[in-house]
């Protein structure tokens, strides 16, 4: 009677557990993801991460709540904390706190978050938190981004990914911003046509391409 009590303990127990995750967003269909922190949850913490609302006591506080959750591999859990220690664009950056920022972006990009892996992709572009610019990681992360996402997200990094195989100049070989990539006209073609597949509605990449097909 005690073992048939437990096993149903722990199916309840189970059970509730399930029940408290959400689906997060953004997330290719074959890749979901789930976490504790829903919407809801983060709602009264967003104001945070606006200029007009944003305090550095509130955001140590933001990382004592968001702390367990990173620990137990939470994927908006580790994403979340990974934001509340990029405080750059507040001008209260530290290069202590942007390792623990980098450190869980990469634990939320490997646990399979699209939004992290974006992130990483515009840190190593632009060269953001302390990162020095760095074309092939930014593709690599924009690439595992793309792989991650849900359809219009993969459709706008594809026509983002065209856009650097085009040179409006001429060029020919590096693109010169982005050594990642080559200059490579039919590349981009295919990647705006590849965009356009996968979002109809992606307006960019319908006017891109036909302006490549009229040349």
Do not use: C, W
Not at 19 to 27: C, T
Not at 196 to 213: V, W
Request: aromatic share 12%; net charge neutral; proline share 4%.
């Amino acid at each position: 009677m005690k073992i048939k009590f437990s096993i149903l303990l722990g199916l309840m127990i189970l059970v509730g557990s399930i029940s408290a995750q959400v689906l997060v967003d953004n997330q290719d269909d074959k890749m979901p993801l789930y976490t504790e922190l829903s919407q809801e949850i983060l709602s009264p913490y967003n104001k945070l991460f606006t200029k007009s609302e944003f305090s550095v006591e509130g955001m140590k506080e933001f990382r004592s709540f968001l702390k367990p959750y990173a620990d137990k591999g939470d994927p908006i859990g580790m994403f979340m904390y990974a934001k509340a220690h990029d405080l750059y664009p507040f001008k209260k950056g530290s290069k202590a706190d942007a390792k623990i920022a980098l450190e869980y972006f990469e634990k939320a990009s490997d646990a399979g978050l699209a939004d992290a892996s974006y992130i990483l992709y515009g840190h190593y572009r632009h060269g953001y938190m302390t990162l020095p610019k760095d074309s092939y990681k930014s593709l690599e992360y924009m690439k595992k981004a793309m792989e991650q996402s849900n359809n219009s997200t993969k459709a706008a990094l594809m026509t983002g990914l065209a856009k650097l195989h085009h040179s409006y100049e001429g060029e020919v070989g590096l693109n010169k911003d982005f050594p990642a990539v080559e200059y490579n006209t039919e590349l981009a073609k295919y990647y705006l046509t590849e965009a356009i597949k996968l979002n109809p509605n992606n307006n960019a990449a319908q006017e891109h391409l036909a302006s490549l097909n009229e040349k």
